[in-house]
């Protein structure tokens, strides 16, 4: 059945139930329908159609024969070939196969939009795609955003009176400059609303098939509500019955009302959560508030007072860190666990008690060079435990440690040190040897090596106890160049002690002390990473395993390490891991022994790994 009515007479009042299917009928069919019903109760003449729905379909199908078919099909070419579909969220449904509906009036005023728009010569619906276009690119983090929306079809003047299903869906294609002002972004799009309108002989259907856009998200601005209706002369008010299913995962409306702009949404629970739905719709309205006072597009916030106070409340990570210099970091523990391994490498184990007089011998040599706070000293390494005693040598000096490679081109390592003005270069007799020729022009450019041997054989092995300001530098990293020339980032000592100090709101550090004892270091010497790997166990009285290049690139010989030291905390990438556990010898023998896997990549957080008894996730981004 296509369309069903009938009359009710409850003792709560007295309804009117229409049911059209949408194969012969739209929104505005229904408001024709309901106006014609009027007009009979009065007595009034109905006037019939004079152009149906069916004789336009008629017409479109001998249009799509003719040439205003094909320039339909080269504009849509034009703008969607190649893309890769709509711009979606990433999922976080729940299973649940029911209507998800959402409601929400948030704080953008009606009025602020329909003055803006008057002024600017552009249509709210222009304003409200635009809009919804620069929330979805936002909020997926997206360079150019597609979604769908719909019109009403009735482009024809001959259909204003037909009842018939005239709607039509169309993507959107939406990818404006940064630099590009709001004005001109919202007139862009209301051309290209045109556009797609003019050229609507060109199915969606086909969109589809040809495109690959799906109708996934649909954002419909449906204008002002007028939910009275007039029959018989009285004054009624709709009830629109909410579907059981949803129709697609998301979709969007806008609504206005009065000075009230309204949110309401269908969306599918399986796929989405109504933590990410409400996510688009506040930043929907976000962007409509900041369109009708800023400029130009980077000058837009995307966050709301609300937000702001929020996301400054979100955790409560205020703890009163003891400041002392990063020295102290190992010296203390030192203190504590002196017969304890603080460092196992591929050339020895050293007791904290020895590492610590190692890194004292080192860092009075250094001071004998006039190495003092904010001193940078290069230390180039293998991956051995000089690696180690040599920049908490450097510290322990009062300087700051920059890591450099001793691999890397003569070109890069003469850039690093030029830029960071280090005239001193702390480094092995084993990477003097094989690096004999640069450290040679080095020397006659005025940059001193010294080699951590020669600083060991200083007799003085009681701690300097440098007085070291707290944001005094401790490191200096500098960065690939992929991007360009590489750029020194500088780190003090407040900065690193405040890193790792265990507490329980330092969720991350305090997992790894207090579930772990020893943490394997894989990371390049010269990445940030590696201080997490340096730092965090020796700060803590844990041992730091050091890895080499061999064992990092042999899972079954990084495994017998791990097994060999007792690792219990690792730190790698995604894409690491996942080779490493593609390898099932390596996991049968990590089984007994890794505790604590901390990941820097939040998005894995649905792989299950059954040989670990611990999964910690974390984001660096």
């Known amino acids: 059945m296509l369309v069903r009515a009938k009359l009710f007479d409850t003792k709560d009042g007295k309804y009117f139930f229409l049911d059209t299917h949408h194969i012969v009928s739209d929104g505005a069919s229904i408001d024709i329908l309901v106006e014609d019903i009027d007009k009979v109760y009065r007595g009034e003449e109905v006037v019939g159609e004079t152009y149906t729905g069916f004789e336009y379909a008629l017409d479109e199908e001998r249009l799509r ?54 002024k600017n010569n552009f249509t709210v619906n222009a304003f409200f795609t635009a809009a919804f276009g620069m929330a979805v690119k936002s909020f997926s983090a997206a360079e150019e955003t597609i979604f769908s929306t719909i019109y009403n079809g009735r482009s024809d003047a001959r259909l204003e009176n037909s009842v018939s299903m ?14 590009s002002s709001i004005v001109s972004v919202i007139r862009d799009t209301q051309s290209y609303l045109l556009n797609a309108m003019s050229n609507d002989i060109y199915s969606f259907a086909e969109v589809k098939n040809e495109y690959g856009i799906n109708g996934d998200m649909i954002f419909a601005y449906q204008g002002d509500i007028d939910d009275i209706a007039i029959i ?30 309204l949110y309401e949404s269908e969306y599918a629970p399986s796929l989405y959560s109504e933590y990410t739905i409400q996510g688009i719709i506040n930043l929907l309205d976000v962007v409509s508030q900041e369109f009708v006072s800023k400029e130009k597009l980077s000058d837009i916030s995307l966050v709301s007072d609300n937000d702001i106070e929020a996301i400054k409340n979100v955790h409560d990570t205020i703890v009163n860190v003891p400041a002392k210099p990063a020295y102290r970091l190992m010296q203390d523990s030192a203190e504590i666990f002196p017969e304890k391994i603080a460092v196992s490498a591929c050339d020895r184990k050293l007791t904290y008690k020895e590492f610590n007089e190692e890194a ?29 005693v040599m920049r908490q040598g450097v510290l322990k000096s009062g300087g700051a440690f920059l890591p450099i490679d001793p691999e890397y081109p003569e070109d890069r390592i003469r850039f690093i040190l030029e830029d960071s003005k280090a005239k001193l270069i702390l480094t092995t007799s084993e990477i003097l040897a094989r690096r004999k020729d640069l450290f040679n022009d080095l020397s006659s450019e005025g940059i001193e090596t010294i080699a951590a041997e020669d600083a060991l054989l200083n007799s003085d092995s009681s701690n300097p106890n440098v007085d070291v300001p707290y944001d005094a530098l401790a490191y200096v990293i500098y960065t690939s160049g992929s991007t360009g020339k590489p750029k020194g980032v500088m780190l003090t000592n407040h900065n690193l002690v405040n890193f790792v100090y265990d507490d329980e709101k330092n969720a991350e550090i305090h997992g790894m002390v207090n579930g772990c004892s020893a943490v394997l270091a894989i990371a390049a010497l010269t990445f940030d990473f590696a201080i997490m790997e340096e730092f965090v166990p020796l ?48 996991t049968d023998k990590l089984n007994a022994t890794l505790k604590q896997l901390t990941w820097v990549l939040k998005h894995f957080r649905r792989f299950y790994i059954p040989s670990l008894k611990q999964l910690v996730l974390t984001s660096l981004l």
């Open 65 to 118: 024969s003719s040439d205003k078919y094909n320039k339909a099909k080269e504009w849509y070419d034009s703008i969607f070939a190649g893309c890769s579909g709509e711009t979606m969220p990433v999922t976080d449904g729940n299973d649940s196969e029911q209507l998800g509906i959402l409601k929400d009036q948030l704080n953008v005023k009606a009025d602020d939009i329909r003055a803006f728009c008057k």
């Open 166 to 179: 005239l709607v039509k869906t169309f993507p959107v294609y939406f990818n404006p400059k940064n630099d």
């Open 232 to 261: 018989g002369g009285y004054e009624s008010s709709y009830k629109l019955l909410n579907l059981s299913r949803f129709r697609m995962p998301i979709g969007i409306d806008v609504f206005l009302s009065g000075d009230m702009v």
């Open 360 to 388: 004292n011998r080192v860092g009075r040599t250094l001071i004998s060079k006039g190495v003092k706070p904010d001193t940078i000293v290069a230390v180039l390494a293998d991956r051995n435990s000089f690696a180690y």
């Open 539 to 586: 700060a803590n009285g844990m041992s730091a395993v050091l890895a080499t290049n061999d064992d990092i690139m042999n899972p079954l010989q990084l495994a017998d390490v791990m097994t060999e030291n007792k690792v219990d905390c690792m730190c790698a990438t995604p894409s690491y891991l996942l080779n490493l556990l593609d390898m099932g010898e390596y």
